[in-house]
T-cell receptor, first 114, second 112 residues
Framework: AQSVTQLGSHVSVSEGALVLLRCNYS??????LFWYVQYPNQGLQLLLK??????LVKGINGFEAEFKKSETSFHLTKPSAHMSDAAEYFC????????????FGKGTRLHILP | DAGITQSPRHKVTETGTPVTLRCHQT?????MYWYRQDPGHGLRLIHY???????DKGEVSDGYSVSRSKTEDFLLTLESATSSQTSVYFC???????????FGQGTRLTVV
């Protein structure tokens, strides 16, 4: 069975500082991994995804994530936080087995301090 | 943006009444999902569908039923609403079971 754990339900960073949101997964096969963002009163939007190939994945709005198999991690980073990045972020995992569904983490709310 | 429409967007209903939420897609995606989102619980899967008339239960299916008579529509029914079903409900679609999901805008349901 697959699972995903997001460390920290709330993270606060100052504007201009590095954003680091942590995600660890459990999977018996090489996973597909996703990060989604949810702005207030909206649905989730895909930020980036990893399926195969390059382990450093770039997404929208300057975010990127690196798949580290040895650490079973897929942490989300952004070099310089902007006020507009304040939102909730969800990590998700699935695998190439077409019978499996996407499993979401519980989410991390990112607060940007002026 | 993926064409997903949820209706209604907001609803207040009384305990014990039936409620139906609708999800409509224009992407012709095979898979459709209903999630509920509650503080501290993230997204929890209620039911999903992998084709017309093909549905299955998720992790929190008690008290909910679904139907999918057409590719584009996926209905979620609360047969007798309870206060514990007050939540924000999201519909999502995927082309295959393991591809990225596209979400609707959500339905905020309050059961009083």
């Amino acid at each position: 069975a697959q699972s995903v754990t997001q460390l920290g339900s709330h993270v606060s960073v100052s504007e201009g500082a590095l954003v680091l949101l942590r995600c660890n997964y459990s999977s018996s096969v090489p996973p597909y991994l996703f990060w989604y963002v949810q702005y207030p009163n909206q649905g989730l939007q895909l930020l980036l995804k990893y399926t195969t190939g390059a382990t450093l994945v770039k997404g929208i709005n300057g975010f990127e994530a690196e798949f580290k198999k040895s650490e079973t991690s897929f942490h989300l980073t952004k070099p310089s936080a902007h006020m507009s990045d304040a939102a909730e972020y969800f990590c998700a995992v699935t695998n190439p087995n077409r019978d499996d569904k996407i499993i979401f983490g519980k989410g991390t709310r990112l607060h940007i301090l002026p | 943006d993926a064409g997903i429409t949820q209706s209604p967007r907001h609803k207040v209903t009384e305990t014990g009444t039936p409620v139906t939420l609708r999800c409509h897609q224009t992407e012709n995606h095979r898979y459709m999902y209903w999630y509920r989102q509650d503080p501290g619980h993230g997204l929890r899967l209620i039911h999903y569908s992998y084709g017309v008339k093909d549905t299955d239960k998720g992790e929190v299916s008690d008290g909910y039923s679904v139907s999918r008579s057409k590719t584009e529509d996926f209905l979620l029914t609360l047969e007798s609403a309870t206060s514990s079903q007050t939540s924000v409900y999201f519909c999502a679609i995927t082309k295959d079971s393991n591809t990225e999901a596209f979400f609707g805008q959500g339905t905020r349901l309050t059961v009083v």
